[in-house]
């Protein structure tokens, strides 16, 4: 195919450049029009020097062009490529068959720099699919079937790179990914909001309920934190202090019974900003569900908040590398740790020994329980909460086990600390975790 070339354009580079960029996927035209030929033949380029960043291509038949010479010669090649003569270029132009990859960068031919952001002309093809072409038309001009296959040209502040177009799909890519992610998370914190002024005792939920409807915009402001902005003429005030709401939800996660809490602040009588405080050592990756909320169940607010565990999910209880440092017996079993916590067992359990022997234990049954006096002094290596399950394993091999009775509470954990954790199995096997007044959020 022959290409009728434009006329009129100077062969030297103006004073102002002027960049166009043309971009096309080779599979969307007829084949052959977007050969490597055709779409330099299709310009008019005065002689240059060029750099050559990516070569991989396959040569006519008959050509006497080596091409695996000149793909090591561009591995050999220090710097930021591999300068090729004007000749060169125009030899790998008459004797291509197929550019699957190749990246070329076409300066004047009395410059003497070696940087490709000052080249006039860049031509691209990438993966045998797809075809750019960035040109200064100062100095490069074009045939008008070069610009029917390939244009329309978008103006560009400069002759760019793959790795740089790559890089701005990459942060393209990522920006969008944040800004869904930011959409969805805006979207929860709603639902959470929501549940909890529908759950709240207090007078003003229902105008605060009428505060969320009004909101348009939920937006990170720190460490789980967001900002809520609100329609001013649609939000009516509130008479509560500024600071967060008096009646505070707490949420558990999949792996812990009492994650943190939600606190709703209030400023100047409308919601500001929504802070999910953690109680675990590390900070939540994830926001909570609406059906992972813990309301209080008494009525002094601040005095106790209990969640019932449904999930199956193992907990890590905070005692590895505790010993044991008492174990007390009376018409129940309890086994203090080093750190202070404690676990109580009102029903049976079971130890199994280094040897694998295990045995039966009964709170009010003395002789069965000499076995767990061994414990003394015991390093623990870790201890797990798998439902209505607890399980403590000490390094040296021995395995402590409660689990639920059907007709009486069954087993306490009591766990001090900034969470000030307890843990109940209630009879039939529900599991009940309390924070105590005095813990505090990470």
Request: hydrophobic share 40%.
């Amino acid at each position: 195919m022959s290409f009728r070339r434009r006329s009129g354009r100077p062969a030297t580079r103006r004073p102002q450049p002027d960049f166009v960029t043309y971009h096309r996927f080779i599979g969307s035209q007829p084949t052959g029009v977007l050969e490597f030929r055709n779409v330099v033949n299709g310009m008019m380029i005065p002689p240059l020097r060029w750099l050559v960043t990516d070569l991989d291509m396959v040569a006519l038949p008959h050509s006497d062009l080596d091409v695996l010479e000149w793909e090591q010669k561009l591995r050999d090649s220090s710097g930021a490529g591999l300068w090729i003569t004007d000749d060169d270029m125009r030899r790998f132009v008459r004797d291509n068959h197929q550019m699957i990859d190749g990246e070329f960068f076409g300066s004047p031919i009395d410059s003497t720099t070696t940087d490709a952001s000052q080249a006039v002309i860049r031509i691209d093809f990438f993966d045998s699919t797809t075809v750019t072409v960035t040109l200064d038309r100062s100095v490069i001009g074009t045939s008008w079937e070069f610009e029917l296959f390939l244009g329309p040209g978008v103006a560009l502040p400069g002759i760019g790179s793959r790795d740089e177009e790559t890089a701005a799909q990459q942060r393209r890519a990522q920006d969008e990914q944040r800004r869904a992610q930011e959409e969805r998370d805006g979207q929860q914190i709603r639902a959470l909001v929501r549940a909890c002024l529908q759950n709240a005792r207090i007078d003003e939920a229902p105008a605060l309920l009428t505060q969320l409807d009004a909101v348009v915009d939920v937006t990170p402001s720190g460490r789980r934190a967001w900002a809520l902005a609100l329609e001013r003429d649609e939000a009516p005030r509130v008479d509560l202090p500024d600071g967060p709401l008096p009646e505070t939800p707490s949420y558990r996660t999949d792996a812990e019974p009492v994650g943190g809490e939600l606190l709703i602040w209030v400023h100047d009588g409308r919601m500001q900003m929504v802070e999910l405080a953690w109680f675990t050592d590390a900070m939540p990756t994830e926001l909570p569900r609406v059906d992972q909320l813990v309301f209080p169940r008494s009525e002094t607010p601040g005095t106790e908040r209990t969640v019932t565990n449904t999930t199956s999910a193992t907990v890590q209880l905070h005692v590895a590398g505790d010993t044991v440092d008492a174990i007390a017996i009376d018409t129940a079993v309890t086994v203090r740790f080093s750190s202070g916590a404690t676990l109580r067992f009102e029903t049976a359990f079971s130890l199994t020994e280094t040897d694998g022997t295990h045995t039966f234990m009964e709170p009010g049954d003395p002789p069965s329980l000499l076995p767990l006096l061994a414990l003394h002094t015991k390093v623990v290596e870790r201890g797990t909460v798998t439902g209505a399950r607890i399980a403590v394993r000490f390094a040296s091999g021995e395995l402590l086990e409660g689990w639920s009775h059907r007709d009486r509470p069954s087993w306490h954990w009591s766990e001090p600390g900034r969470a000030r954790l307890d843990i109940d199995v209630l009879t039939g096997g529900e599991v009940v975790a309390r924070t105590l007044p005095g813990g505090t959020p990470s």
